[in-house]
């Protein structure tokens, strides 16, 4: 009896200290009289049902002009929630090398596709990222640059079959974009002919859903190890199903032995990770040779399976919202359309390096309907020391601190964007984005930690656009949504359904 009242007394301790701990994390923004809403216990300002970015939204129009910053709580972490540029600018340009670390999950023992270089931090990060700056410039844009339009070609052969027989058809864009996106990656990031455009049952664009219906199913595992991700490394968490480990490292592995074996180069990137894995010198934009310590093979396979996830995710999203808002904007389309025809003829009809640079109006467009969707609408940095923000003592960011930039609320401000639902291009003319701050538009982040494949993913994007614009009329019917709908369930800001549109042939 002794015992059992013992154990009973040591378990209500435990449980009344760990309450009493987690309602002092609870008021943590209280006690430093912070601008802030009061948290529930175990979501935080998160909130059932919605997207995670949707709490930071209501703060941010809530809280601005009271300081630079709030206090947010990502479920049970106090977290800080910037509210003006100045401070924006600071965490990811000026004092970057207190904010450099995203402070994301990966588990490179137990699951080795989370340790890419969007997830890794500290010094594991800069060797990466030195190794990768040089597979984005401009040559290498250029060298992969008739495998997109290659695809492209077969991209508007697709659309042609559906519409064929009528003329016009009511085509399902978004699914189509994300097969023309895998066709691309698959070609660029493993060499790989995926044939996903004929076929949308094909490897590889099936185990690509699965990727997000995984981390959908799992949403409050992935919430738990971006606000634990110390604590769900220790107790070995994995976010990669085994299934699709399996797949994408056997892609990866044998991908690399049949060109080794073979003496295959191809101008992709991954003769690039090749390279990088055998220690060969690169070479960067402004021609120095640089040596750097090889990949192993795991942080071949993780790259490449962040090349394909980032890549044919959030271009064909974007490629999709682009297209949305195209079809309710005619006027914009029709526009759009004779630039492109312009651009065109001026290259004797075919789609050059050079051809896409020069289709200005076709960057504003994207740029403004990005502005609107950002595929990433949240950015996230960790302080790797205490910063003291202005000369008020209350508004210091402690070591160890999260630091969430809200970048959809940021794109919908109308002091910065004024009338911010109207989808207006003329916003991205040089002489308007001259008279903005560069932090205002952050769809690829800012500063040394920005997107590494930004370049190639408007590359592709942008040259998907061109041929569908050039070749196919969208416009609204009767199944399009009025409104978009966003999956609660996703880190990223993508629609839970399709997108519908009535395609004619121009």
């Not at 994408?248 to 894995?277: C, H, P, Q």
């Not at 808002?325 to 492109?340: G, M, N, P, T």
């Amino acid at each position: 009896m002794e015992l059992l009242i013992t154990v009973f007394c040591g378990i209500s301790t435990l449980v009344s200290l760990v309450f009493l701990f987690l309602r002092y994390r609870m008021c943590y923004w209280k006690y430093r009289q912070i601008p802030h809403d009061e948290p529930g216990m175990f979501l935080g300002n998160m909130k059932p049902n919605t997207h995670q970015c949707a709490p930071m939204n209501d703060l941010y129009k809530k809280y601005k002009g009271t300081g630079p910053f709030c206090g947010l709580y990502f479920f049970m972490t106090p977290a800080v929630l910037a509210l003006d540029l100045n401070l924006v600018k600071k965490v990811l340009v000026k004092d970057f090398n207190n904010f450099a670390d995203r402070g994301f999950f990966s588990n490179e023992v137990d699951d080795p596709l989370s340790a890419h270089i969007v997830s890794l931090d500290g010094p594991k990060w800069r060797r990466l990222r030195n190794k990768f700056s040089p597979t984005f410039t401009s040559n290498k844009m250029k060298s992969v640059f008739p495998i997109v339009v290659d695809i492209g070609h077969r991209f508007v052969k697709t659309f042609s079959d559906i519409i064929s027989e009528k003329g016009s058809e009511i085509v399902e864009i978004k699914d189509l974009n994300a097969r023309f996106t895998t066709d691309v990656i698959g070609s660029c990031a493993f060499g790989i002919e995926c044939n996903s455009l004929k076929d949308p049952n094909a490897e590889f664009r099936k185990y690509g859903r699965s990727v997000f219906e995984e981390q959908n199913h799992h949403s409050l595992i992935i919430g738990f190890t971006r606000s634990c991700p110390k604590l769900a490394r220790k107790l070995r968490i994995r976010t990669t199903k085994r299934e699709i480990e399996t797949f994408f490292m056997g892609a990866a592995r044998d991908a690399v032995e049949y060109r080794e074996k073979n003496n295959i180069r191809k101008n992709d990137f991954m003769s690039t990770l090749i390279d990088l894995k055998n220690n060969k010198p690169i070479q960067t934009e402004d021609g120095q040779i640089v040596n750097t310590e090889g990949l192993t093979m795991e942080e071949v396979a993780a790259q490449a399976f962040l090349f394909w996830v980032a890549g044919f995710e959030t271009s064909s999203s974007a490629m999709s919202y682009t297209i949305y808002e195209l079809a309710r904007h005619v006027d914009i389309q029709d526009k759009l359309r004779q630039s492109i025809d312009e651009a065109f003829e001026k290259h004797n009809g075919e789609v050059t390096y050079e051809c896409l640079r020069e289709m200005q109006y076709l960057d504003q467009v994207f740029d403004e309907s990005i502005r609107m969707h950002p595929i990433v609408p949240s950015l996230q940095r960790v302080a790797a020391a205490d910063y003291q923000v202005n000369n008020d003592p209350k508004y210091k960011i402690e070591k160890g601190s999260m630091v969430f930039i809200p970048v959809e609320a940021i794109h919908y401000d109308p002091e910065i964007y004024p009338n911010p639902s109207k989808f207006d291009p003329e916003r991205f003319s040089s002489e308007e984005k001259s008279k903005r701050d560069t932090v205002a538009f952050l769809p690829f982040g800012e500063g040394p930690r920005n997107c590494v494949g930004l370049s190639f993913g408007k590359m592709q994007a942008k040259i998907g656009l061109a041929f569908l614009i050039k070749n196919f009329k969208f416009s609204c019917c009767e199944e399009t949504p009025e409104k978009l709908r966003i999956h609660t369930e996703h880190i990223l800001w993508v629609t839970d359904h399709g997108i519908p549109l009535k395609v004619e042939k121009v």
